[in-house]
């Protein structure tokens, strides 16, 4: 216990000395705001980048799990706070995707300043016994045969999205069928009540795996490295036919840009360390380092894109 | 509130007042989630919008509030225990009122202030209250709190006002 | 003898001095803070996964299913002792368990409660063996249009909750069912009865209604009764149930069990609804019918076997599929993963010491539990002579924190404290709470999967009689209506006659 104790003020030493930045930032504790409960990718992926950002500052940096509609209330309660880096926020892709279907407490886009990504992870388009097919071709013949129905994690989740576009893309009726969470969507699809659910990687691969699942293509730009045989949308001709389940860093928007800079540097000192690429694969996911302005542009692109599909596709709250 | 204007019953020779304002409360209830559900749209019973489902059942709340009332003036024979008794009002909004109170402190006060000021006012609802005595729970009950919650659990509290610890 | 092997190894594991260390603190510790009124299983869970983070994956696993199965059992006691359940399951304990705690009998209740989950635990943990496979695949054959015909058939059963009025219960079933529905419709967005409150997208949570509608008007009611009330019990009379209880509370158990351990598979409404039908059963069997809700030992015993057995089998969702059946469930799958273990279609292969390590472990954790709580059952009797003027200030702290750490949020207070003048007035109109409850659970669940049952069949109505379980689910809540529901409407005259 105590060589332990030395150990991690050595740790501390050592790093504070080649943190010599433009600013003294952090001088005291930093929190970071996780709004979702507990146990979540969210959470993890947040108490994971709050470990390792508190051994290079010498602060601690406190999780706070903020949870309630949707990740609402800790956003909006970051959105309000004291623009000075000492309250963070940590939110996922469905940020950028929430603005397009619901009324939100906040502004997205003016509310806050983008910090960093941390890391992304394709989503996996998988079947059942509901629709037994074996492939890309065979899934393709069958969507254009008969309008099928797809599960959602709830509506205008990254799930939805994630259908969305590949429907946009290929041309395919599909009709959404709305569950409340991952969990009970695929559950459906394992017992062939329902036709298909773009799954976030994490969660379908353990089934895929048993063969409880039939994986049929993945979201990203490339293959993923957890389902190699898989193709891609975009290597299948569909254009711009791009999803990533991704996770970044957010500040209050007006919060200096040095400290700004120096967030968004330490950050990316943990995105590309070996640790991180490990503990992101387990989940078939991969570290996304991004630059302050780098990460702004995609949050940006991202909520313009969700606006527009869900105009198209009519998806928004009644 | 329902229950209050027919404490009496002088009016209309009610066999069960009790269950004629748990009538009228189910009437009530039922009629604002009917209003309210109306204003969502509403579809067909085989592609409900969102105010199909709540719309009915508020419509089937009001029904069932309406047969509880035409029951509890119908009735044959009345029950002993059908009377309204007494409202204990006070008691209610001093332990309501001590429950709000520690919603309103927690946050800026602190979870020290916070339960100190539950358990005195809460307290005070007791008709056998004491000062000294409800001080002295407030005292041990803090430290409970604090030693479980705080220091045992590790959950997310403040323990003092937040200008201090600024 | 396949199982027997699977037995050695799970045994091997379990077995170590450390890891039955770690089962008794998990125990210990579930159980203590589970029993703080306000803070449900599910919380307590929350708030005790961290100190199994630095653990080895196999003693943290084992210190889980205590903290689970101690959990589960606080909140039985605080549903038998204060009046206020922590969870859907524990609704209808506290109907006949404080009823029994108010007549002196708190000791009997909380044994029965204890040997009734102990042997329910072990037939759960000895199907989650057995049959783990074959469960799991008549679990998927549920779609949304049998869990709408499952819905209907606890609604039904949920009018054997009330003692009085079956007209004014099946009102506050209706009640309940309409506080289900605020928060984001699923299957269109609209955010329903939350007038602007982003605090009420996510629905109501149960705790709130709960410590509002039970814990507060409790608190009121008991202090208008302006009598020196030293505490919930004038005398206490036995602290053991006597031979009579134990020949009645005997044949519930086993009913109990088995209901629970059948309904326990399916996720999502399994462990809510494994109590009610428990307890509806045993009212239908019973040949005292009317002393359920004034005390009836069996309305105890059977409930809480049934949700123990339950809290067993939905197990076999999340450790063969990694789906988890609720929110308990999802917690204990995160913190599996958080140790590097992957529940999952392999992991029976994969890990097999871990698999029946963990298996092993729950029995042992069942064993713990009662062993644990038997002892105390002495102490938490002795808990119900405290002064209440000293008493309920602690009751209403506990209550407060374990509201506002759901979700962090003030609001949640507010909320409860709302619903504690709702709790208040149906005590004064005699409008019982527990049907409120089912409702209240039920709701969402039953919109949710009508709906998208008629999604999948395009609007066409005959899925609910075409599919067979559906069709005979359906039935059931039919034959329940013609046989149970009318009988008790006469019946509900006639008590109006020759009771007073």
């Not at chain 1, 030395?6 to 943190?19: D, P, R, S, T, V």
């Not at chain 3, 084992?62 to 959990?71: N, P």
């Not at chain 3, 984001?184 to 509608?213: C, K, M, N, Q, Y």
Request: charged residues 15%; glycine residues 10%; aromatic residues 10%.
């Amino acid at each position: 216990m105590r060589l332990l104790r030395i150990a991690a003020a050595l740790a501390f030493a050592g790093f504070a000395n080649l943190a010599v930045a433009a600013t003294d930032y952090p001088t005291k504790s930093v929190t970071l705001v996780v709004p979702f409960a507990p146990g979540g990718s969210n959470d993890i992926v947040g108490r994971y980048v709050a470990d390792r950002l508190s051994k290079i500052w010498g602060q601690p940096v406190v999780v706070e799990n903020m949870p309630g509609a949707g990740s609402a209330i800790g956003s909006a309660h970051v959105a309000k706070a004291k623009p000075d880096g000492y309250t963070l926020l940590i939110n996922s892709v469905t940020f950028t995707m929430n603005a397009a279907v619901q009324n939100l407490p906040f502004d997205p886009a003016n509310d806050f300043q983008p910090v960093g990504m941390i890391g992304k992870v394709p989503l996996v388009l998988v079947v059942g016994p509901a629709l037994p097919v074996k492939s890309y071709d065979e899934f393709m013949a069958e969507a254009k045969k008969r309008p099928l129905k797809y599960a959602t994690s709830g509506l205008g989740g990254v799930n939805q999205f994630g259908t969305e576009v590949l429907k946009k893309a290929a041309g395919l009726k599909m009709e959404p069928v709305h569950y409340k969470g991952g969990s009970p969507a695929m559950a459906d699809v394992i017992g062939g009540h329902v036709d298909l659910f773009f799954s976030s990687m994490t969660q379908a691969l353990p089934q895929i795996r048993a063969g409880l699942m039939t994986g049929i293509m993945v979201s990203s730009e490339e293959r993923s490295p957890a389902t190699p045989d898989l193709p891609t949308m975009v290597e299948k001709g569909l254009k711009d036919a791009v999803v990533n389940q991704w996770w970044g860093l957010f500040a209050p928007a007006g919060t200096p840009d040095e400290i700004v800079q120096k967030i968004n540097a330490d950050l990316n000192t943990i995105v590309n360390s070996d640790e991180t690429k490990e503990f992101l694969a387990k989940d078939g996911g991969t570290p996304a380092p991004t630059s302050v302005e780098q990460f702004a542009e995609t949050v940006k692109k991202e909520t313009a894109k969700w606006k527009e599909i869900a105009q198209e596709a009519n998806i928004k709250a009644e | 509130m329902p229950g209050g204007s027919t404490s009496d019953g002088s009016e209309m020779k009610l066999r069960h007042p009790k269950d004629f304002a748990a009538g009228l409360l189910y009437v009530g209830v039922g009629g604002a989630f009917a209003v309210i559900a109306s204003g969502y749209r509403m579809g067909t019973a085989a592609r409900m919008g969102p105010g199909y489902f709540p719309f009915w059942l508020g419509v089937l709340l009001m029904l069932i509030g309406a047969a509880v009332i035409f029951g509890a003036l119908r009735g044959k024979d009345a029950e002993a225990d059908a009377k309204l008794s007494g409202w204990d009002l006070k008691s209610l909004a001093i332990v309501l009122a001590a429950v709000v109170l520690f919603g309103v402190l927690l946050q800026p006060m602190g979870l020290v202030a916070a339960v100190a000021v539950l358990v005195l006012v809460a307290s005070v609802a007791s008709h056998e209250f004491s000062w000294r005595a409800a001080a002295l729970n407030a005292v041990v009950l803090v430290g409970l709190a604090v030693v479980i919650f705080v220091y045992g659990l590790g959950l997310q509290f403040h323990l003092w006002p937040a200008l201090l610890a600024g | 003898m396949e199982f027997l092997d699977h037995l050695a190894i799970g045994l091997e594991t379990a077995l170590s001095l450390h890891n039955l260390l770690y089962a008794f603190a998990g125990c210990l510790l579930g159980t203590l803070i589970g029993v703080l009124p306000g803070l449900g299983p599910l919380a307590t869970i929350a708030m005790l996964l961290p100190f199994t983070y630095g653990l080895p994956p196999v003693g943290a696993l084992i210190m889980l299913a205590g903290i689970y199965y101690g959990a589960a059992y606080g909140g039985s006691t605080t549903a038998i002792l204060v009046n206020l359940p922590g969870e859907t399951s524990s609704v209808v304990t506290v109907i006949d368990g404080h009823q029994m705690a108010r007549k002196g009998k708190a000791g009997a209740a909380l044994a029965a409660a204890a040997i009734g989950s102990f042997f329910a635990g072990c037939v759960g943990v000895l199907m989650l063996a057995l049959f783990a496979a074959p469960l799991t695949r008549f679990a998927f054959k549920f779609g949304p249009a049998e869990y709408f015909s499952l819905m209907a058939v606890g609604l039904v059963g949920a009018v054997s909750l009330a003692s009085g009025s079956v007209v004014k219960s099946i009102g506050m079933i209706v009640f309940g069912l309409l506080l289900g529905l605020v928060g984001i419709d699923v299957a269109s967005g609209v955010t329903r009865f939350t007038f602007g409150f982003p605090e009420l997208w996510e629905g109501i949570d149960f705790i709130v209604v709960a410590v509002g509608i039970f814990a507060f008007s409790e608190i009121v009611g008991s202090l208008e009764q302006r009598e020196h009330r030293k505490a919930y019990t004038s005398e206490i009379t036995t602290l053991w149930p006597t031979r009579e209880d134990i020949r009645r509370m005997t044949p519930a158990i086993l009913r109990g069990s088995s209901i629970g351990a059948f309904v326990g598979i399916l996720p999502g409404a399994g462990l809510s609804l494994a109590s009610f039908f428990a307890y509806s059963l045993e009212r239908k069997v019973s040949r005292r019918p009317d002393e359920f809700g004034h005390g009836a030992i069996e309305g105890v015993a059977g409930p809480e076997s049934a949700n123990n057995a339950a809290a067993q089998t939905a197990f076999i969702p999340t450790l063969t599929l990694g789906i988890p059946g609720s929110a308990t469930m999802a917690l204990m799958l995160g913190a599996m993963i958080i140790h590097n273990i992957q529940p999952g279609p392999q992991v029976m292969t994969s890990n097999p010491d871990l698999f029946w390590g963990l298996i092993v472990s729950m029995w042992i954790g069942n064993l713990m539990l009662v062993i644990l709580n038997l002892p105390l059952i002495g102490i938490w009797v002795q808990l119900l002579k405290v002064p209440y003027r000293v008493l309920y200030p602690a009751i209403l702290m506990f209550c407060c924190i374990g509201v506002y750490s759901v979700s962090y949020s003030t609001f949640d207070l507010f909320m409860a404290a709302g619903f504690g003048v709702l709790g208040y007035l149906f005590h004064k109109l005699a409008c019982e709470p527990a049907p409120l409850m089912l409702g209240f659970v039920l709701g969402p669940m039953l919109e949710e999967n009508f709906r998208r049952a008629l999604v999948l069949s395009d609007g066409d109505f005959s899925v609910f009689v075409t599919r067979p379980i559906s069709l005979v689910l359906l039935l059931i809540a039919v034959a329940l209506v013609v046989f149970s529901v009318l009988p008790s409407l006469k019946k509900q005259r006639a008590v109006v006659f020759t009771e007073e």
